[in-house]
């Protein structure tokens, strides 16, 4: 049973540029959420998908947009990339109902330069 | 959500039960306590998690004080592989599948 999966492991990016990151949820769960740990601190919530729809959402600007899938999977998309973006961007899945426990993906690293 | 209060750090001698506090002063009664630790650069990793009775799984015990104000995750025999921060999460209902993380405990266990 494959857990939850990230691509790409490492990314960078150039300032003013937009990148795309992806996320496979655990079988057989169908809510994502994305989470944003800069150098040294604790992750911080971006925002959750279920059933293809943005159901939370954290302090995070416009330019952090996300998509869900039929199959469940999901794209994080940042765009107009600032070097403060640069961070190690995770995907967590989890079921909608019953007391959900999170189940995080290993991450993808992102560097803004 | 109720915020948590962690020690930022702590030291383990290999084999000896580590014990990590977690103060939650302003949780509410129906908000669960969740222990998750993360080893360098790896995602999070669920422990455990308790509403108000004492908890045991495989990799931990965790015991919340009867006025809930406070809990304790305990590694009953604490490897070099259990270096990790340690992060103690408060969540409820009202805000559904959000984890807040602080800055938790890193732990260090020591040969």
């Known amino acids: 049973d494959a857990g939850v999966t990230q691509s790409p492991t490492h990314l960078i990016k150039t300032r003013g540029q937009q990148v795309t990151l992806r996320c496979s949820p655990k079988?057989?769960?169908?809510?994502v959420s994305w989470y944003q740990q800069a150098l040294g601190q604790g992750p911080q919530f971006i925002f959750q998908y279920y059933e293809e729809e943005e159901r939370q959402r954290g302090n995070f600007p416009d330019r952090f947009s996300g998509h869900q899938f039929p199959n469940y999977s999901s794209e994080l998309n940042v765009n107009a990339l600032l070097l403060g973006d640069s961070a190690l961007y995770l995907c967590?899945?989890?079921?909608?109902?019953?007391?959900?426990?999170?189940?995080f993906g290993p991450g993808t690293r992102l560097t803004v330069t | 959500d109720a915020k948590t209060t962690q020690p930022p750090s702590m030291d383990c001698a290999e084999g000896r039960a580590a014990n990590l506090p977690c103060n939650h002063s302003t949780i509410s009664g129906n908000e669960y306590v969740y222990w998750y630790r993360q080893i360098h650069s790896q995602g999070p990793q669920y422990i455990i998690h308790g509403l108000k009775n004492n908890e045991t799984n495989e990799m931990a015990s965790l015991i919340i004080t009867e006025d809930r104000k406070s809990s304790t995750l305990i590694l009953p025999h604490a490897t070099l592989r259990d270096t990790a921060v340690y992060y103690c999460?408060?969540?409820?209902?009202?805000?559904?599948?959000?984890?807040?993380f602080g800055s938790g405990t890193k732990l260090n266990v020591k040969p």
């Open positions: 079988s057989g769960h169908d809510t």
């Open positions: 967590a899945s989890s079921f909608e109902t019953g007391r959900n426990e999170q189940y």
């Open positions: 999460i408060v969540r409820g209902p009202h805000n559904f599948n959000k984890f807040y």
